[in-house]
């Protein structure tokens, strides 16, 4: 049996970014250089000491900062002693490694068991809640906390949750976001590592792991509080955005579900009913979006079909996806926003003890930001980060979700100060909702 080290703040370096050389990883060390610049001692890692050392060089270039002490170690996933040795050097490692149900497993368990804080970018549930049934018990004895989804996915939903519930006159039931991804003339894309995600995240579905999963680690249903949530059509126009809405396919439901029973079982705290859903432009968009979604959901049910869809990224996103990833310009007009309905009881309401049948108060909250998936992210991440490294957490350890980290920190004072920024647009009392 492996021997679990508890999480120490003696250790050679604040911040080790794995996967430093990645599309991702690389905006990621940009982020921690300027954070961490004069405070912390932090390193990069990766399998190729070469580009590591391009990193560097073209971070240095970038921001005008000297990168001279900074550390490089060479790690690869498929080298348990590499993760070892990488993990008892840090206080925190930032993986960067995807798609993370091939390759994350490893580097959890060596920071559980070296004392390492995790953070991730994960939008993979199946992953997520795989690390939390096989090593929250450990990590809660290590004193380690590991945190997935600190990107896009989920820090915005997540926190917008926690944002909105602290901000509302009352106690908040029901919460609906309505994420718009806004883009410039050139137009917005993706890397191929999330479209690889994509890919191996539908093929799961077939196989029921998942569902299986959600059994044993969530074997008491969830209560409700309130009357329930209704839910939308697939096909919806929203009112709080003005545009035609679908579901939102990614992890931020199952993040959110997961805070909230963690509030109800941890912290004694009535949970919020949760709805997702993404606008498009237009209905035509949300035809194609279904046409072209229906054939890419069957080719990724078999192994040919998935090698197909792999080869040929461009071609099966309609352009979207591919190994270059989006140009500097693309990202600097790309940006998203969420706009969140909250419904509840108001204060006189609550005070009262007699809550009435219908709710009587709303809140409307918005969370904008930059670019998602490679400008939002890193600075997501990189403040969970400085969190740990300069405050104390309201748990002990634990594999959590962000909210369940990092509510009762100054994390969303934090985002606000660096570009993702959380607001009130409007409240209402005494109406029924």
């Given at each position: 049996m492996s021997q679990v080290i508890m999480a120490s703040s003696e250790r050679e370096f604040a911040i080790v970014v794995f996967g430093a050389?990645?599309?991702?990883?690389?905006?990621?060390?940009?982020?921690?250089?300027?954070?961490?610049?004069?405070?912390?001692?932090?390193?990069?890692?990766?399998?190729?000491?070469?580009?590591?050392?391009?990193?560097?060089?073209?971070?240095?270039?970038?921001?005008?900062?000297?990168?001279?002490d900074v550390g490089i170690m060479v790690a690869d996933c498929s080298d348990e002693a590499s993760l070892s040795t990488m993990c008892s050097a840090a206080r925190i490692i930032l993986n960067c490694v995807g798609p993370y149900r091939f390759y994350g497993e490893p580097v959890v368990k060596a920071a559980v068991e070296n004392g390492c804080h995790h953070l991730d970018i994960s939008g993979e549930p199946e992953f997520l809640e795989t690390m939390q049934h096989k090593y929250h018990n450990k990590a809660v004895c290590a004193g380690v906390h590991v945190v997935g989804t600190c990107g896009f996915d989920s820090i915005p939903a997540d926190m917008g949750v926690v944002f909105t519930q602290e901000s509302f006159p009352g106690e908040l039931c029901h919460l609906e976001s309505f994420l718009t991804l806004h883009s410039g003339p050139k137009g917005s894309k993706g890397h191929y590592g999330t479209y690889q995600s994509i890919i191996y995240g539908i093929a799961s579905e077939r196989e029921g792991n998942l569902?299986?999963?959600?059994?044993?680690?969530?074997?008491?249903?969830?209560?409700?509080?309130?009357?329930?949530?209704?839910?939308?059509?697939?096909?919806?126009?929203?009112?709080?955005?003005?545009?035609?809405?679908?579901?939102?396919?990614?992890?931020?439901?199952?993040?959110?579900?997961?805070?909230q029973r963690h509030n109800v079982e941890v912290r004694d705290k009535?949970?919020?009913?949760?709805?997702?859903?993404?606008?498009?432009?237009?209905?035509?968009?949300?035809?194609?979006?279904?046409?072209?979604?229906?054939?890419?959901y069957i080719l990724c049910?078999?192994?040919?079909?998935?090698?197909?869809?792999?080869?040929?990224?461009?071609?099966?996103?309609?352009?979207?996806?591919?190994?270059e990833g989006p140009t500097r310009e693309q990202m600097a007009e790309t940006?998203?926003?969420?706009?969140?309905?909250?419904?509840?009881?108001?204060?006189?309401?609550?005070?009262?003890?007699?809550?009435?049948?219908?709710?009587?108060?709303?809140?409307?909250?918005?969370?904008t930001g930059p670019e998602a998936a490679y400008v939002a992210t890193p600075i997501c991440m990189v403040q969970a980060a400085m969190v740990i490294l300069e405050e104390t957490l309201p748990?002990?350890?634990?594999?959590?979700?962000?909210?369940?980290?990092?509510t009762g920190t100054s994390l969303i004072d934090r985002l606000n100060e660096n570009g993702v920024v959380f607001s009130v647009l409007s409240c209402k009392e005494s109406g029924t909702y």
């Open positions: 050389s990645g599309f991702t990883g690389q905006y990621v060390v940009r982020e921690v250089a300027k954070n961490c610049k004069g405070k912390f001692k932090w390193a990069i890692a990766g399998r190729s000491k070469d580009k590591l050392e391009k990193v560097l060089q073209e971070t240095a270039s970038e921001l005008g900062l000297f990168v001279g569902k299986n999963l959600r059994k044993e680690l969530f074997s008491k249903p969830m209560p409700k509080f309130g009357p329930k949530l209704a839910r939308r059509s697939f096909i919806s126009y929203s009112d709080e955005v003005q545009k035609w809405c679908i579901p939102f396919l990614g992890a931020d439901p199952s993040v959110v579900i997961r805070t009535k949970p919020v009913q949760y709805g997702a859903y993404v606008s498009q432009p237009s209905l035509m968009v949300i035809f194609l979006f279904l046409f072209f979604g229906f054939f890419f049910q078999f192994k040919k079909g998935r090698q197909l869809l792999e080869k040929h990224p461009k071609f099966f996103s309609c352009g979207f996806f591919s190994h940006s998203f926003s969420f706009v969140m309905k909250g419904a509840g009881y108001s204060k006189k309401a609550v005070q009262s003890g007699d809550a009435p049948a219908k709710l009587d108060c709303q809140m409307v909250t918005k969370v748990n002990s350890g634990g594999v959590l979700t962000p909210a369940a980290a990092f």
